[in-house]
Nanobody, 126 residues
Framework: QVKLVESGGGSVQAGGSLRLSCRAS????????MAWFRRAPGQEREGVAA???????TYADSVKGRFKISKDNAENTLYLEMNSLKPEDSAMYYC????????????????????WGQGTQVTVSS
């Protein structure tokens, strides 16, 4: 059982930055894949960024060049550095983990992830 707790959300003006954190606890294997997803009201869940056990990263086109995903294995923490934020980035952001990376056929598809956090809200005003 893995527990994920996100933090770092908040309200910023367009062009601003935020750094999200996701602390993982419980039994988490080293060959995992972790990711950030988001869901805005009335919209489908969207994969934002993912990082696998080799450090390979995947980004949604909408955030490439603005967001950076990273993880600290020693601290069991996943990060999402968000820069040049836009109003359309406003959403609830969730982190997710799949303990066996070979099960993740597409890193930005939520259905491949087994454990999810409760989310942290990001609001970007124009």
């Amino acid at each position: 059982q893995v527990k994920l707790v996100e933090s770092g959300g908040g309200s910023v003006q367009a062009g601003g930055s935020l750094r999200l954190s996701c602390r993982a606890s419980g039994n988490s294997h080293s060959r995992n894949c972790m990711a950030w997803f988001r869901r805005a009201p009335g919209q489908e869940r969207e994969g934002v960024a993912a990082v696998d056990n080799t450090g390979h990263t995947t980004y949604a086109d909408s955030v490439k060049g603005r967001f950076k995903i990273s993880k600290d294995n020693a601290e069991n923490t996943l990060y999402l550095e968000m820069n040049s934020l836009k109003p359309e980035d406003s959403a609830m952001y969730y982190c997710a983990i799949e303990e066996d990376v070979v099960r993740v056929r597409s890193p930005l598809v939520g259905g491949y992830y087994h454990y999810w956090g409760q989310g942290t809200q990001v609001t970007v005003s124009s």
